[in-house]
Nanobody, 115 residues
């Protein structure tokens, strides 16, 4: 079994920064794509950013230039550096990973951007 554990969420003022982490543990051979999703109250879950095993990244337009996704394959960990945060970034952020061709989700971490 594989577990994904997110950390780093919290309350931050507009314009502030947070760094999310997603650590994978358990029976792992290869982690392929890793993504960050988010879901705001009353809205559908959306893909925020993704990264392949070789480091190719993609972002939703609303976070381009503000968020940076990265991963450390040796530590089975993915990160999301979030800068210039806006109130509309408020959501529960979820980690997603394709591990050995099986899909896993984390439990989510709350990010609240408010003054």
């Amino acid at each position: 079994q594989v577990q994904l554990v997110e950390s780093g969420g919290g309350l931050v003022q507009p314009g502030g920064s947070l760094r999310l982490s997603c650590a994978a543990s358990g029976s792992i051979f290869t982690i392929y794509t890793m993504d960050w999703y988010r879901q705001a109250p009353g809205k559908r879950r959306e893909l925020v950013a993704g990264i392949t095993r070789d480091g190719t990244t993609n972002y939703v337009d609303s976070v381009k230039g503000r968020f940076t996704i990265s991963r450390d394959n040796a530590k089975s960990t993915m990160y999301l550096q979030m800068n210039s945060l806006k109130p509309e970034d408020t959501a529960v952020y979820y980690c997603y990973a394709n591990v050995d061709f099986r899909v896993y989700w984390g439990q989510g971490t709350q990010v609240t951007v408010s003054s």
